[in-house]
Structures are given as C-alpha cells and as structure tokens.
C-alpha cells in the first residue's frame, strides 16, 4: 500500500480494532451462554468490564509489572499496524512474540507462584504454536514470494487453494492464540482461578484492563490472518473469519482442559504433518 | 458514574460454612438464576474481584484467611455476609472457638439473612451491595483513582 494508505490502515487499526474486538468477545459471552442455557450478560459486557477495572484502585506488586505489561499491549498494537498496514509479515509475528514474551516477563517479575506456574504455562503455549505460525508465513511467502502482506493480499488466487494443509493446521493453533478450551491453560478467558488463569493472577485494575484490552487487539489481527486465506474475495474472507470463530466457541464449549502435555504434542504434530506436509508439496512441485 | 455496578466480580470465601450457603452461592450461577446476567462473575481472585462474599462464622483458622482476602482486594471494594453464620454466628455463635459473625473482622456492608439464604435474597444482597460500591466509588480519593 502506499503512504498515506498505510498510515490511513494504522489509524483504523488503532481505533477500531478494540470496538470490534470487544464485540467479538461480548457476542462470544452470549453465545457460549446460550450454549449452556443461560441467557447470557448483555453484548457490551466487555467494555463495561474494562471501563470498570479501569476506576479500580491501581496495586502494582513492583514497578516492572506495569511497564511490562504496558509493553505487551504496545507491541500487540505494533503487530496489528504492520499487518494492517500491509508491512512484513514476519516482523508482524516477531513483534507479536515479543509482545507475549513481555507478559510472561510481567507474569514473573511478580515473584507469585501462581504467577509463576502461569507464566511457564504460557512459554509452553508459546512453544506449542510457534512453529505453525513460522509455517503459515514460510508457506505464505513459497506461494506468492513475498513476506509483504500487501503482496500477499493482492496475489491472484486465494491461498486456500495452494495451503489447505496450513490453513488447518493455522486453525488448530487458532484454539491456543484465542486462549479456548481445550488448550486454555494459562489463561483461560472464563472466570476461572488459580493456575488455569496464573499469568493475570496478580495484575489488578489497569493493568488488567490492558491485558484485556491487548487480547481484542490481537484476536482482530489473528482473524486478519484467516482473512488472508481468502483474500481475493472480500465477503467470503470474511464470512471464513467469523465461521471460524464459531467454530472456536463451539470447540471451547464442548471440550475440557487438556494437559499441557497434549497441547504441546498435538500442536507440533499438527505443525509436522499439516504444516510441512503442505510445504513439502509446495516445493516437490 | 462508573461501571462498577455493571460490572460487579465476586470473590467466594467459605469461612467453616456448612456448605449450604455456598451451594446457594452456586446456584445463582446456575441456568436458572444466571447472575451472569447483570455481568456478575465469580471470578475467585481477590485482586480482580469487587465484592467480598463470606460465608459461615469466624473461627481462629479462618480469621487470617478472611483479612488477607479482604485486604488484597482493590478499591472500591464491599463485603457481603451471607446466611445466618455469617451475619452474627449463628447456631454456633456460642462454641468455644467461634468468634462470631464476619463484622468481628472485617467491615460488613450487607448482610443477607437465611439459613440457608436463599439464591434470590444473596441476588438482592448483592445488587444492594452495588448501591454501596458506586458510593465508595464517589468518596475514593483521586490519589487511589
């Protein structure tokens, strides 16, 4: 894109990647409560939630934390920017990853033990879907020679076609990113306690209002990948992008938690046989 | 006017309770009553949570237990005591280890009789325990805030 578009995306992103985000996640709330038979909080739950912890007393356990955690909200913005903006791929993921590596950084600096079991549990996700992220972009950037999601939005024909294997693959890692059950072991966005929450344990007001608030942020640039997929067609982009995640609630509402055990040998499993499997039909071709 | 009532997270303590109060704690977050509705949640983490629920009576174990909660909790905060035990003691207010209700602790801004209290009485204690969250809300200093 050029210039002024790009900058044009970035302020877009910023402004309304939160609104959708949060939407998202309050329709997430209403539609698992009708799974189970309730009738569900209203759709702007979300928000009044994160307005609220906003107003709370602000404790920090030392002064690192909020400026970890700070960090992590930026650079999930900076990730969603560079993506939107139609930048490199691959550094939109690195500057993802770090931005997960400064919350298990403000996860330790607590000096908690549920903190601390959290922030191990969440390295363990992070090498759980790691190498299918590196996949999806090596196999992005084999098909249309690019890293540049320009490039790659703009391409001929729709990914699916030439990545259904990465496409799953991306999928089932999608279950972790959006911290869904059965693979929601360090923090699960349910009301859950104690370790399966461990990483938020010891944030409170603000800082977990930008915990949450980051998480909107990436979701939206998460379902911007999906969209990438199908990116010669705007509606059925789109149209994936929300089937997948209905999907991803109907999966979180009918699966319990899995160990930690599973999650790291399913998803590279999954990396291994969908993932090069695809690739190496890319390159045998 | 803040969020705080649209928004009101409970931490859960069961303080040497039977376990009636708690089940009845419970089932407002069954399909039938699904506090979830007024985006109630119990949520488990004093740090995150708004309104402190107690039930049953203060004995020497659980007395440490009930102030370390109370005083990881971040303001605006409110505690609500529920059941019988909770509010003065109850049947065991007399026993030689039972300090009585919650109040001998920690401050308590509602008290929600029954034994047990019944699921619509602890939804009514806890909207009016709303009322007094937005007011602690309004006197928090701007230094808290």
């Keep these: 894109m050029s210039g002024m578009n790009s900058w044009i995306a970035v302020v877009l992103y910023i402004v309304l990647a939160p609104i959708i985000g949060g939407l998202i996640a309050g329709v997430d709330r209403k539609i698992s409560a009708r799974m189970q038979g309730r009738f569900g909080p209203p759709l702007l739950q979300p928000f009044y939630d994160v307005f609220k912890l906003m107003s709370k007393e602000n404790i920090v356990v030392n002064k690192h934390q909020k400026f970890y955690v700070l960090c992590f909200l930026i650079f999930v913005i900076i990730t969603?920017?560079?993506?939107?903006?139609?930048?490199?791929?691959?550094?939109?993921?690195?500057?993802?990853?770090?931005?997960?590596?400064?919350?298990?950084?403000?996860?330790?600096?607590?000096?908690?033990?549920?903190?601390?079991?959290?922030?191990?549990?969440?390295?363990?996700?992070?090498?759980?879907?790691?190498?299918?992220?590196?996949?999806?972009?090596?196999?992005?950037?084999?098909?249309?020679?690019?890293?540049?999601?320009?490039?790659?939005?703009?391409?001929?024909?729709?990914?699916?076609y030439t990545l259904p294997g990465i496409f799953l693959g991306f999928l089932f890692i999608l279950t972790i990113k959006f911290r869904k059950s059965p693979f929601d072991i360090s923090m699960s966005h349910h009301a859950h306690q104690e370790i399966v929450r461990g990483v938020i344990t010891e944030f409170s007001g603000k800082e977990l209002a930008y915990v949450e608030i980051a998480h909107w942020y990436e979701n939206v640039f998460l379902l911007g990948m999906v969209f990438l997929f199908f990116a010669t067609n705007w509606a059925i982009g789109a149209a994936f992008a929300v089937v997948t995640y209905l999907l991803e609630i109907f999966i979180d509402n009918n699966n319990s938690r899995l160990k930690w055990q599973f999650a790291l040998g399913s998803a590279w499993i999954v990396a291994l046989i969908l993932g090069v499997g695809n690739i190496a039909v890319l390159a045998l071709k | 006017m803040s969020y705080l009532p649209k928004s009101p997270w409970l931490v859960h303590y069961d303080a040497s309770s039977c376990n009636g109060c708690d089940i009845e704690v419970l089932a407002c977050l069954t399909p039938l009553y699904d506090v979830e509705r007024f985006g109630v949640?119990?949520?488990?983490?004093?740090?995150?949570?708004?309104?402190?629920?107690?039930?049953?009576?203060?004995?020497?174990?659980?007395?440490?237990?009930?102030?370390?909660?109370?005083?990881?909790?971040?303001?605006?905060k409110v505690v609500v005591a529920i059941g019988a035990c909770a509010t003065s003691g109850g049947i065991f207010r007399e026993c030689y280890n039972v300090q009585g209700g919650v109040d001998k602790v920690i401050p308590v801004d509602v008290y929600?009789?029954?034994?047990?209290?019944?699921?619509?009485?602890?939804?009514?204690?806890?909207?009016?325990?709303l009322g007094v969250l937005e007011e602690k809300y309004k006197k928090m200093g701007k230094v808290a805030k």
């Design chain 1, 80 to 160: 969603g920017c560079i993506f939107f903006s139609g930048g490199d791929l691959l550094l939109a993921i690195f500057a993802l990853t770090l931005g997960s590596v400064f919350l298990i950084i403000a996860a330790y600096s607590t000096y908690s033990p549920y903190a601390y079991i959290g922030a191990e549990r969440e390295m363990l996700q992070m090498m759980a879907y790691e190498p299918m992220v590196i996949l999806t972009i090596v196999g992005m950037y084999m098909v249309t020679k690019s890293f540049n999601v320009v490039d790659i939005f703009t391409y001929n024909q729709p990914l699916i």
């Design chain 2, 41 to 76: 949640l119990n949520i488990g983490n004093p740090k995150h949570a708004d309104i402190f629920v107690v039930t049953g009576s203060v004995n020497e174990q659980n007395k440490s237990v009930i102030q370390n909660i109370y005083n990881q909790m971040a303001e605006p």
């Design chain 2, 112 to 129: 929600v009789p029954g034994c047990a209290a019944r699921p619509e009485a602890i939804i009514d204690g806890v909207v009016q325990a």
